[in-house]
């Protein structure tokens, strides 16, 4: 049993002594490695832990919830009481309770340990590539980190899930100049399994780089015309959200 399902069925154990006649609870902790640059210089490198834990109580088919990020038996143990009190007011759903199937299972996917020297590589690869090729581009901040999300879901009627996930993203915000005249903002981001490929070309970020090139004088339309419309893929984030 790991901690995150020794926490789960602790919260379980409070949701029934605080009155609750099922429950769930999700416990969850998410490890991020990051190296962060400001400026053009390494400004920070750290690993940074967070807890959280969700509960579901079930009085009859009254329904209440509660969170908190801690692992502390007395946090815990309050999270579950704020919860089933919510319930016990709450009004009843029919459609409220908890499924039949009984499952245990675990899930893993993509890296569950970060790459130091590698991160650092392509990172430091990424800023002598802008100093050689791009020099017009000032990158105001840039971000790569891995980050390891493990969760266990547990509930009374005895269902216990459990996911580790791991991953890469990178991150940079950028503008250009050119002597007086600067082009906006601009910024890509990936998300990835293995710090093999130079994060410049994830996600399109080297075309984005040298779109952002020109918009340092950008050249206005004159008069009104009939033409196609051409949508870039980096822009149907922004499209569909």
Known sequence: MNSNE???????EYLTAAGATDGVCVASVGTKTEFY????ELSLLRTVRNVSVSLKALVGTRKGVASVNSFEEDDLCRAAQEAVSAAKVSREDPAEGLPDEIAVESFEKGPMAPDPEKMLTRITEFFEELKQKYPAVSVDSASLDHTLSESVYCSTNGICLATRQGAYSFSPMFMCREGE?????????????APDTPVIDLAGGRQIIEDSLKQITPVPLSG??????????SCFGSLLS
Do not use: H, M, Q, W
């Open 6 to 12: 020794a926490i789960a069925r602790k919260c379980l």
């Open 37 to 40: 640059y400001e400026s053009g």
């Open 181 to 193: 005249k600067t082009s906006s903002f601009n910024y890509f981001g990936a998300v990835f399994d």
């Open 224 to 233: 009104k015309f009939v033409g196609d419309v051409i949508l870039t893929p």
